[in-house]
């Protein structure tokens, strides 16, 4: 106990130290601001000094590193060029998530230190990272889009008036979000810049906001071709409002994920939480039950939970997030391929595999996923091998608590001598666990137990004695029958075969997921083809790069043709469209093959004449998509649930059917 008291008073004062320091600080500041403005100033400065210093630390710190970098890629995202405030971001996410996991630490483990609470404190640690990083990142990129929905009005309102590109952008800044105000000088550096495309082409390698890259794009082409009237409106005017209206049903459409999925991943993973209360609440009902909870039943019943958790989990975040994921460097997987025995198997299975390393390698690509057909073969045996080797130990270990119980619990005792003394009941139990220690390895006969029994004189009832007998031989046998057998050897290499089918599946899977998304990036297109098809000079290969930055599923597709395009642009659109198989993205390809010989704004005329109800149409079909997802899933997010309930009830159920056929057979030989 005075261990654990001195662990909680430690983790206190890790929590409450920094806290009060920063109280202070902030005093102090508030004081020196008051009286000093330049003070003030300059402990800003010191403020983003300590910051930055704390950032770079952790970034050359080995075992810190590839997480800050992971968190960098997204803040990098909202944050192009501005690498005090992604520092500032990131270490305020990384406090806020120490904070929470060192209260999670103190609350469920250190209080009450065991096996099952050190699982679960690792599994809600990457869960609380996970969640709290997706918040920060989601919220700070629905800001964003909302400050660039409120830029875009203003430019439209300034351009109207004065004409001129750069001077609405200008205009535009003041009374912008700090947030905004960063990419809008950004973009009005690259407008008044002498060397417009050169910039335009770094700040797209750059940035990997699409909403920000079109802005640009509609900007530099009226700068470069000027403006023109379609329709009797000014075509720059008309594409900012249909781009504000695309940032508008992409704001609907995260708040509306946001909205429908909130709970599911609360339901999925708080469920693990209560399974230590429930272990104490049925043995405190049935003591029994120690037996079940502790063995090998109920250790396998909380792995099958964890599982269950956890692959729910991940599934509602595929289904829940539709995007392009940032490139990974895959270093230890590298490293791994480079040794002689690994390279050489790589090898061999390549050349016997040939055409399936192929069709590996074209749906990795099409998923936006930077790792080798080649390391994805190595991944997955990685996969086999750690679920083997844990398998094993999981084996091992059910043994060794299976034992353990059957050594140190005779909860037994009061049901079988019918005693009902405390006293009595707690030297009849010692007996029983002195008996199986003295004889567990041992063979013994039941009427030697007995004579033991006489010999303590502890129980004067000849059946009592003859009863208890029974349940330490009982004991016994099942203590000498905890060892590793065969059957688990081929449980444990089934579950290894499962793990290296696992990724294979998942990729199945994520090509499914993506595939929901088809008709609304097809929908994008159409927006895109829309605002840039009456722009003078306009070609396929312009129209084709802002497809481009926003394609997920076509990503790859597109690319491509891209890449061939200059060798004989039909034939490079005639490849994309041979393979794809969607029906609106074969047709959109048909009108891009006709601008070769009609001008684009008659090849797309259909998008037009289909433009009055198209984004009416695609919030409906967005919101009928998200809810399609969301019934699919949430049932899922109730199965750990059920499982929780199972082991509540299922134990007591089976113990209170025994107790009730023990009673039957007292009652039968009594002779009533």
């Not at 000014?234 to 609907?252: A, D, G, P, V, W």
């Not at 070609?539 to 043709?561: G, N, P, R, W, Y």
């Amino acid at each position: 106990m005075n261990v654990k008291m001195v662990f909680v008073m430690g983790i206190s004062l890790l929590i409450i130290l920094p806290v009060v320091n920063y109280i202070l600080c902030i005093i102090d500041r508030w004081d020196k601001r008051k009286n000093n403005t330049g003070a003030s100033l300059y402990l800003k400065k010191s403020h983003h000094r300590y910051i930055s210093r704390i950032y770079q630390n952790l970034l050359q710190f080995p075992m810190t590193r590839g997480y800050v970098e992971r968190i960098s890629r997204n803040y990098e995202v909202l944050y192009p060029g501005e690498p005090e405030m992604i520092a500032e971001k990131v270490m305020y996410t990384i406090f806020t998530v120490l904070l929470i996991c060192i209260l999670e630490i103190t609350t469920l483990f250190l209080l009450k230190p065991n096996l099952h609470n050190a699982i679960l404190v690792i599994y809600l640690v990457f869960i609380i990272n996970n969640e709290v990083l997706n918040y920060y990142i989601r919220t700070a990129d629905i800001k964003l889009l909302e400050s660039i929905e409120v830029f875009l009005s203003d430019i439209s309102h300034n351009y109207y008036i004065n004409r001129l590109v750069d001077d609405a952008i200008w205009l535009s800044m003041e009374g912008q979000s700090e947030d905004m105000k960063i990419h809008a000088r950004k973009l009005y550096e690259i407008i008044t810049s002498p060397n417009l495309k050169e910039e335009i082409a770094k700040y797209n390698s750059t940035t990997h906001n699409k909403y920000l890259k079109i802005l640009l794009s509609l900007c530099s082409g009226v700068l470069e071709f000027s403006d023109v009237k379609v329709n009797g409106q000014l075509l720059f005017t008309s594409n900012l409002m249909h781009l504000k209206r695309e940032i508008n049903i992409e704001i609907l459409k995260l708040k509306k994920l946001r909205h429908v999925f909130s709970g599911s991943v609360f339901v999925a993973v708080a469920v693990c939480v209560p399974i230590d209360a429930i272990q104490e609440f049925g043995i405190s009902m049935v003591p029994e039950l120690k037996g079940f909870y502790a063995g090998q039943g109920g250790i396998a019943f909380i792995t099958l939970i964890f599982l269950v958790s956890a692959f729910t989990y991940f599934l509602i975040n595929h289904v829940k997030e539709i995007k392009q994921p940032f490139p990974k460097n895959y270093r230890y997987l590298k490293l791994l391929e480079r040794i002689s025995i690994i390279k050489k198997a790589l090898d061999n299975y390549t050349e016997k595999y040939y055409g399936r390393m192929l069709v590996t390698g074209k749906a990795l690509k099409q998923l936006g996923e930077t790792i080798s057909p080649r390391q994805f073969i190595l991944k997955r045996l990685i996969y086999s091998t750690i679920t083997f080797v844990i398998g094993i130990g999981l084996m091992f270990y059910m043994h060794y608590s299976s034992r353990w119980i059957f050594t140190h619990n005779a909860s037994s005792a009061a049901r079988i001598s019918g005693i009902t003394n405390e006293e009595q009941i707690e030297a009849l139990n010692n007996l029983m666990i002195s008996k199986m220690n003295q004889y567990k390895k041992k063979a013994v006969t039941k009427e030697e137990l007995i004579s033991e029994l006489e010999k303590e004189n502890q129980l004067y009832a000849t059946l009592t004695n003859e009863k208890i007998a029974e349940e330490i031989l009982l004991q016994i046998l099942k203590y000498q029958n905890e060892y590793f057998k065969w059957y688990e050897f081929i449980i444990c290499m089934a579950a290894a075969v499962i793990a290296y089918f696992i990724p294979c599946w998942l990729l199945i899977y994520k090509k499914r997921v993506l595939k929901i998304a088809m008709e609304d990036e097809v929908n994008q297109f159409h927006s895109i083809i829309y605002m840039m098809m009456y722009m003078r000079h306009i070609t396929v290969m312009d129209i084709l790069e802002q497809m481009e930055l926003f394609a997920v599923v076509f990503k790859h597709s597109i690319q491509e043709c891209m890449n061939d395009y200059n060798s004989g642009d039909i034939e490079a659109l005639m490849k994309m469209k041979e393979r794809e198989t969607y029906p609106p993205f074969r047709r959109m390809v048909d009108n891009l093959i006709r601008c070769d010989s009609i001008p684009i704004d008659k090849a797309f005329d259909e998008i037009a004449s289909e433009r009055e109800n198209f984004h009416e149409r695609r919030k409906q079909e967005n919101e009928i998509s998200i809810q399609r997802r969301a019934d699919n899933v949430k049932p899922l997010a109730f199965i750990p649930a059920i499982l929780v309930t199972i082991y509540l009830l299922l134990p007591m159920l089976a113990a209170g059917m025994q107790a009730l056929e023990e009673f039957r057979e007292s009652v039968s030989s009594m002779g009533f």
